[in-house]
């Protein structure tokens, strides 16, 4: 066992100087920032454009007196229910002809509103009057009303937590970490899979299967793109916490998961790990199968889309815990580490996390062994039968 | 740039270094080695000769646990699983494989830490044995920038750098100029003299026979003959070459049935019973001797006389680009 971790550790290293010591990797680095940068360029715009007041602006059009009402009763709704919560108001001269006026281009109001309180008209397109109608209806009320509605005062009663919201929040931080985990391993796996093809290609597939068990090589290999992925990450990291920082951002008071924040993190590292060699194995063992780049290209979008379909799945579960769906989620390999990291959040037991950590190394060693039966036998075309293979030590 | 690198004295290790019996290996429809039985002994250099897609590079990659047998078992320095003495075992493959951007010493050292070598002692014996050969200014190049000689005689480095206790070679002739050639029959020779045994393969009879304390015939998947060189050529009786100036007489009823005439010569196998009837036959016949000679014949000739002439053909045809089975 020592000597194939030896010889994996030998493969990862020079796999590693191969491509951290390379050009492109910088561009590897450099890449995913792009994407940050022009969010930070375009989100100076985007807060401008949601900060422009979109909502529909209705015209009043009635006579002077019921003008004044409907617009100290707008202004006391808004006091009391927020700025955005009912559509504006525009005071107009009274009119009779609201149809004339809505076809006037410097009306600026999608519906106009005559007649008097005790019989308001709204007038505008169907669709408008269907989300309107509501709005009119509770300020021409609350003009009515104005002498008599008095707002009930409400007592407060103070508490330092409240479970129901820790729950959403600890939901939450699950779901960033989960999302996060799901982007780094569909940004990193997927390069896993041309990852024996440079030995193909190069005849030195012989040479290192002459030296060391194929189950080196493999995991050798994965070894050196974890590492590498770890590089990219420590790298995207602390270049989105510099520009956070520059920018004089404040962390936001995010709710502490339920294994505490020391613990989260190693899991959400560990898990990122395990989700990265679970995908990784399968992809290498697939990939290995591939004969040229060409068959890797195409090998692509399938593998991609099954990447999406285990993160919709693990999603789903995490929505619904305590499920049949859950617990799947959580056993199945693949999406394994996706739905644990949700639970680190909001379950303080560790004990879960141990059991599913093993239980996903398992499958990678499961998964690793089985590539390498599949990767003796079509591509060394080595002979033997596949079951023996399958339980031979990884020495032999 | 080959040669006369230094070598350790390999540890003493009795018995046979490469054993199979029965080795079958079938790639699809095609039995590539057919109950191949072998046995290399220790301290041997020893030689595997045999046309292109004899099942040469088959029966190595076999032996070393490259592949798995369909039937049959091998050892390799006495352990029945081959990896597990990788350490003690040197590989230069036919097809010539290192990381193109990697640099030479780099490489060498890559090729010892595989096989156990810690990298800094792989790294310091690499430059050593570039610069011994008077490569040290390509030491620091990348392979890719390396000439094919240059890069293979890399490769063979990282195949001796961990002093192994059995070298394979697979063609290692293969792409060697004369003067590499001769390098790498030194090396060999060094390498043996130091105990470690020696298999390789190549379709080159003469390279067998200048090296090899025994060899193996292959054909068809089959050893066709295994033994001492001498022991091949023996299979042959002396060939005899005459010339007479008389082109007819009754001598002539002395001559064997399998004579040959060409070139204005006869020529055929010594009889049995010496060459003494049919001298005095010429003699009594006044046929007049003007020239006789008696050779002992060459691997080539064995060759052909245990593989056959299509075998022998396929040997004398190039083989660069071509794949072994």
Same mark, same amino acid.
Request: proline share 6%; charged share 20%.
């Given at each position: 066992?020592?000597?194939?971790?030896?010889?994996?550790?030998?493969?990862?290293?020079?796999?590693?100087?191969?491509?951290?010591?390379?050009?492109?990797?910088?561009?590897?680095?450099?890449?995913?920032?792009?994407?940050?940068?022009?969010?930070?360029?375009?989100?100076?715009?985007?807060?401008?454009?949601?900060?422009?007041?979109?909502?529909?602006?209705?015209?009043?059009?009635?006579?002077?007196?019921?003008?004044?009402?409907?617009?100290?009763?707008?202004?006391?709704?808004?006091?009391?229910?927020?700025?955005?919560?009912?559509?504006?108001?525009?005071?107009?001269?009274?009119?009779?002809?609201?149809?004339?006026?809505?076809?006037?281009?410097?009306?600026?109001?999608?519906?106009?509103?005559?007649?008097?309180?005790?019989?308001?008209?709204?007038?505008?397109?169907?669709?408008?009057?269907?989300?309107?109608?509501?709005?009119?209806?509770?300020?021409?009320?609350?003009?009515?009303?104005?002498?008599?509605?008095?707002?009930?005062?409400?007592?407060?009663?103070?508490?330092?937590?409240?479970?129901?919201?820790?729950?959403?929040?600890?939901?939450?931080?699950?779901?960033?970490?989960?999302?996060?985990?799901?982007?780094?391993?569909?940004?990193?796996?997927?390069?896993?899979?041309?990852?024996?093809?440079?030995?193909?290609?190069?005849?030195?597939?012989?040479?290192?299967?002459?030296?060391?068990?194929?189950?080196?090589?493999?995991?050798?290999?994965?070894?050196?793109?974890?590492?590498?992925?770890?590089?990219?990450?420590?790298?995207?990291?602390?270049?989105?916490?510099?520009?956070?920082?520059?920018?004089?951002?404040?962390?936001?008071?995010?709710?502490?998961?339920?294994?505490?924040?020391?613990?989260?993190?190693?899991?959400?590292?560990?898990?990122?790990?395990?989700?990265?060699?679970?995908?990784?194995?399968?992809?290498?063992?697939?990939?290995?199968?591939?004969?040229?780049?060409?068959?890797?290209?195409?090998?692509?979008?399938?593998?991609?889309?099954?990447?999406?379909?285990?993160?919709?799945?693990?999603?789903?579960?995490?929505?619904?815990?305590?499920?049949?769906?859950?617990?799947?989620?959580?056993?199945?390999?693949?999406?394994?580490?996706?739905?644990?990291?949700?639970?680190?959040?909001?379950?303080?037991?560790?004990?879960?996390?141990?059991?599913?950590?093993?239980?996903?190394?398992?499958?990678?060693?499961?998964?690793?062994?089985?590539?390498?039966?599949?990767?003796?036998?079509?591509?060394?075309?080595?002979?033997?039968?596949?079951?023996?293979?399958?339980?031979?030590?990884?020495?032999? | 740039?080959?040669?006369?690198?230094?070598?350790?004295?390999?540890?003493?290790?009795?018995?046979?270094?490469?054993?199979?019996?029965?080795?079958?290996?079938?790639?699809?429809?095609?039995?590539?080695?057919?109950?191949?039985?072998?046995?290399?002994?220790?301290?041997?250099?020893?030689?595997?000769?045999?046309?292109?897609?004899?099942?040469?590079?088959?029966?190595?990659?076999?032996?070393?646990?490259?592949?798995?047998?369909?039937?049959?078992?091998?050892?390799?320095?006495?352990?029945?699983?081959?990896?597990?003495?990788?350490?003690?075992?040197?590989?230069?493959?036919?097809?010539?494989?290192?990381?193109?951007?990697?640099?030479?010493?780099? &490489?060498? @050292?890559?090729?010892?830490?595989? +096989?156990?070598?810690?990298? =800094?002692? /792989? *790294?310091? #014996?690499?430059?050593?044995?570039?610069?011994?050969?008077?490569?040290?200014?390509?030491?620091?190049?990348?392979?890719?920038?390396?000439?094919?000689?240059?890069?293979?005689?890399?490769?063979?480095?990282?195949?001796?750098?961990?002093?192994?206790?059995?070298?394979?070679?697979?063609?290692?002739?293969?792409?060697?100029?004369?003067?590499?050639?001769?390098?790498?029959?030194?090396?060999?020779?060094?390498?043996?003299?130091?105990?470690?045994?020696?298999?390789?393969?190549?379709?080159?009879? &003469?390279? @067998?026979?200048?090296?090899?304390? +025994?060899?193996?015939?292959? =054909?068809? /998947? *089959?050893? #066709?003959?295994?033994?001492?060189?001498?022991?091949?050529?023996?299979?042959?009786?002396?060939?005899?070459?005459?010339?007479?100036?008389?082109?007819?007489?009754?001598?002539?009823?002395?001559?064997?049935?399998?004579?040959?005439?060409?070139?204005?010569?006869?020529?055929?196998?010594?009889?049995?019973?010496?060459?003494?009837?049919?001298?005095?036959?010429?003699?009594?016949?006044?046929?007049?001797?003007?020239?006789?000679?008696?050779?002992?014949?060459?691997?080539?000739?064995?060759?052909? &006389?245990? @593989?056959?002439?299509?075998?022998? +053909?396929?040997?004398?045809?190039?083989?660069?680009?071509?794949?072994?089975?």
């Amino acid at each position: 066992m020592t000597a194939l971790w030896r010889a994996a550790f030998v493969i990862a290293r020079r796999d590693f100087a191969a491509v951290v010591l390379s050009r492109t990797f910088l561009f590897f680095l450099l890449g995913p920032l792009l994407p940050i940068l022009i969010g930070f360029a375009f989100g100076g715009l985007g807060d401008k454009i949601s900060s422009t007041d979109l909502r529909p602006v209705i015209g009043v059009a009635m006579p002077a007196q019921d003008n004044a009402a409907i617009g100290r009763a707008h202004g006391r709704l808004s006091e009391r229910m927020g700025d955005k919560a009912i559509a504006r108001i525009r005071l107009l001269p009274p009119t009779n002809d609201p149809r004339g006026l809505l076809a006037r281009p410097d009306s600026g109001a999608v519906a106009i509103l005559t007649g008097t309180l005790a019989r308001p008209l709204l007038t505008g397109k169907a669709e408008d009057l269907d989300r309107l109608q509501g709005d009119v209806s509770l300020i021409a009320t609350a003009a009515l009303a104005e002498r008599t509605l008095h707002f009930v005062p409400v007592a407060r009663q103070e508490v330092a937590t409240s479970l129901g919201a820790q729950a959403q929040g600890r939901l939450l931080v699950g779901r960033v970490a989960q999302v996060i985990m799901f982007f780094l391993t569909i940004l990193l796996a997927g390069m896993i899979l041309s990852n024996l093809v440079e030995e193909k290609t190069n005849k030195i597939i012989e040479i290192l299967a002459a030296a060391v068990p194929i189950d080196a090589i493999f995991l050798g290999k994965l070894m050196a793109m974890l590492a590498m992925s770890f590089v990219g990450i420590a790298f995207w990291g602390s270049a989105a916490f510099a520009v956070f920082a520059a920018l004089g951002g404040q962390p936001a008071a995010l709710p502490e998961p339920a294994v505490g924040w020391p613990a989260f993190l190693i899991l959400a590292i560990l898990y990122f790990a395990m989700a990265y060699t679970l995908l990784g194995s399968l992809f290498l063992g697939i990939g290995a199968q591939a004969a040229t780049v060409r068959e890797v290209q195409t090998l692509n979008m399938p593998i991609t889309m099954g990447q999406m379909l285990i993160f919709f799945f693990a999603s789903y579960a995490v929505e619904h815990p305590g499920s049949r769906a859950e617990i799947a989620a959580c056993i199945f390999p693949w999406s394994s580490p996706f739905a644990m990291i949700v639970r680190a959040g909001q379950e303080a037991a560790l004990w879960p996390h141990l059991v599913a950590l093993f239980w996903q190394a398992l499958f990678v060693g499961v998964i690793i062994r089985v590539g390498v039966v599949l990767f003796r036998r079509h591509v060394m075309q080595s002979g033997g039968r596949w079951w023996k293979n399958l339980f031979r030590p990884a020495t032999g | 740039m080959i040669g006369d690198t230094p070598a350790p004295a390999a540890a003493p290790y009795s018995g046979n270094a490469v054993e199979g019996q029965g080795l079958v290996k079938n790639f699809g429809g095609f039995r590539a080695v057919d109950g191949i039985d072998i046995a290399v002994p220790a301290g041997a250099i020893y030689g595997i000769l045999g046309p292109n897609g004899a099942g040469k590079t088959t029966l190595l990659r076999t032996l070393l646990g490259i592949v798995d047998p369909d039937e049959g078992h091998r050892t390799l320095l006495g352990a029945e699983q081959p990896l597990r003495m990788a350490r003690q075992v040197g590989y230069l493959p036919e097809e010539r494989g290192l990381y193109p951007s990697m640099k030479a010493f780099e &490489a060498i @050292a890559f090729m010892g830490a595989l +096989r156990g070598l810690p990298l =800094a002692e /792989g *790294r310091r #014996r690499a430059r050593a044995m570039l610069e011994g050969h008077g490569m040290g200014a390509s030491a620091d190049k990348p392979i890719r920038q390396l000439s094919k000689g240059m890069a293979q005689t890399v490769q063979l480095f990282g195949t001796i750098i961990h002093e192994p206790r059995l070298i394979v070679l697979d063609e290692p002739f293969s792409g060697l100029d004369a003067i590499n050639q001769e390098k790498l029959e030194a090396l060999i020779r060094e390498q043996a003299r130091r105990g470690v045994t020696i298999l390789f393969s190549t379709h080159v009879i &003469a390279h @067998a026979e200048r090296l090899c304390e +025994r060899i193996a015939i292959v =054909a068809g /998947g *089959r050893i #066709r003959f295994e033994g001492t060189p001498g022991e091949a050529r023996d299979r042959l009786r002396p060939q005899v070459r005459l010339r007479t100036r008389m082109v007819d007489g009754a001598w002539r009823g002395a001559l064997p049935p399998d004579t040959m005439a060409q070139d204005g010569a006869w020529h055929f196998a010594l009889p049995e019973e010496g060459i003494e009837p049919l001298l005095r036959a010429l003699i009594d016949d006044a046929a007049g001797i003007e020239s006789l000679s008696i050779e002992r014949p060459g691997l080539h000739d064995a060759f052909v &006389a245990i @593989a056959g002439a299509d075998a022998a +053909r396929a040997m004398d045809a190039p083989v660069e680009e071509e794949e072994d089975a």
